[in-house]
């Protein structure tokens, strides 16, 4: 197959358009937004991701990639546009009925059709197999259709849509294969073949599993705080254990997946979902938890200046990012700025934004904040009060230079004791 069209060129999209485009397949994307066409024709990209700008730039150069807003005909699809929840924590499939309509419109005998979105049980069949054969013709009859969900880690995604392993689940065998065949052009890992609705589900458990872990941790942040224990040594400790895998507390849990997708499940199994759904509260109560107990440490009308806002470290996406939340909350009492190097928006000078300032907290663990001058820092701040959120610092250091520290899992300040166990392990 040497002639692809992929619609949605965006987190997921662009990255797979340049894998393909690298391995000899010709893409034509389709993108909604016209400025996003005209920068990626000019071999640009939108969005921040390692190795991603020379793939994009080269296939470009070549003519592998271009980019229009309009669909043409070709002999596969690949669906890969946003599934966001609506207010009411409902699968907003508006993208991928538009997407699907749009194929449904060139679609041909002998095409493939993927959905690489993350979609709610059922969608693939219900939804997008209707709309796509409304002109006549039959899904796994007259065309092959398949769910391959991406598994990639922003940040890591060039590497992990090469090496990782892939579900493929087509309306028939025959579907999963041909998607297979396509895949092969660039990935390494193994490629499991099942069936639609297995492979819906399966993509959302894997998200549904990391956000009740957090939210385990999240759970028993609170627990140590009540109980004067510190929830990282927990941690640490307990995952000693050869069968016990922790994961860790923060702020509450961003992104466009981890945020979203257990919703899905939610939605389609209510009365099931129970465990599911608590978690989700659990980690979307975290910013206002986290808020309470900076009104216990510092009066109201102080300065607060947040470090990073993006959902997690070293990417420019701030998608259901709990920062937002917390900063919402924050500006009913303090007067917030906040700095992230990733986000034009919030760029500046830490040592002149961080004067005046009464706390620091350290919302996103960006690999930059490694090299803050806290002496610096020290000498600008009015107060030398610190909330980690993440657990970042190194908090022998900045206890040196005078700063209390505060983290989430953690009842007071660290005293030196605990500092000593802290640091003794890193
Ligand atoms: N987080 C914690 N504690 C942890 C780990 C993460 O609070 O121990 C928070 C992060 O700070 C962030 C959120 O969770 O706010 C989500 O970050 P993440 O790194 O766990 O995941 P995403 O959303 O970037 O990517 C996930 C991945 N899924 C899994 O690891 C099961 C990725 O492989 C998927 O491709 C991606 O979702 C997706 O697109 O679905």
Redesign the pocket.
């Known amino acids: 197959m040497r002639e692809i069209s992929i619609i949605g060129l965006g987190y997921?999209g662009l990255p797979t358009a340049a894998m393909f485009a690298a391995n000899g397949v010709k893409v034509r994307g389709v993108e909604i937004k016209e400025e996003i066409c005209r920068s990626i024709n000019s071999g640009n990209i939108h969005i921040h991701e390692p190795h991603l700008k020379e793939l994009v730039q080269q296939a470009v150069l070549k003519g592998m990639i271009t980019c229009s807003t309009r669909l043409e005909s070709v002999e596969a699809y690949i669906i890969a546009v946003p599934t966001p929840i609506t207010e009411n924590q409902k699968a907003d499939l508006s993208y991928i009925c538009a997407a699907a309509e749009q194929i449904s419109a060139v679609i041909k005998k002998g095409d493939l059709v993927i959905i690489e979105s993350?979609v709610s049980p059922g969608c693939s069949v219900n939804l997008v197999k209707p709309i796509l054969e409304s002109g006549g013709l039959k899904a796994g009859v007259d065309f092959y259709l398949a769910h391959c969900p991406?598994?990639?880690?922003?940040g890591r995604v060039i590497y992990?849509l090469a090496h990782n392993s892939r579900i493929i689940g087509g309306i028939n065998h025959e579907s999963a294969e041909k998607a297979r065949e396509l895949y092969a052009a660039f990935v390494k890992g193994e490629m499991y073949l099942t069936d639609i609705n297995t492979a819906e589900l399966c993509?959302l458990v894997?998200?549904t599993?990391?956000d009740v872990n957090?939210a385990l941790?999240n759970e028993l942040a609170k627990i140590c705080e009540r109980l004067d224990c510190n929830v990282w040594e927990v941690i640490e400790f307990a995952n000693k254990h050869p069968r016990v895998h922790m994961?860790?507390?923060?702020p509450?849990?961003?992104?466009?997946?981890?945020?979203v997708?257990p919703w899905f499940i939610v939605q389609a199994a209510p009365e099931e979902a129970k465990l599911i759904s608590l978690a989700r509260q659990i980690n979307d109560g975290m910013p206002e938890y986290i808020y309470q107990r900076i009104r216990k440490i510092l009066d109201p009308g102080s300065r607060i200046f947040i470090l990073g806002c993006t959902?997690?470290a070293d990417v420019d996406d701030v998608r259901e990012?709990?920062i937002s939340l917390l900063s919402k909350c924050l500006k009913q009492d303090y007067q917030v700025e906040i700095y992230d190097p990733y986000i034009a928006e919030y760029s500046g000078n830490i040592y002149e934004m961080c004067r005046g300032m009464d706390m620091m907290i350290i919302g996103v663990n960006h690999h930059q904040f490694k090299n803050i001058d806290w002496e610096l820092v020290a000498k600008n701040v009015r107060q030398k009060k610190i909330m980690d959120t993440r657990n970042f610092l190194n908090v022998r250091q900045l206890q040196h230079l005078g700063f209390e520290i505060y983290s989430v899992g953690k009842s007071e300040q660290y005293d030196s004791d605990e500092v000593f166990k802290h640091n003794a392990q890193e």
């Open positions: 997921i993350t991406e598994r990639v880690m922003l992990e993509k894997e998200n599993y990391r957090i941790a994961h860790h507390p923060g509450g849990v961003g992104g466009h997946c981890l945020a997708d959902y997690k990012s709990p």
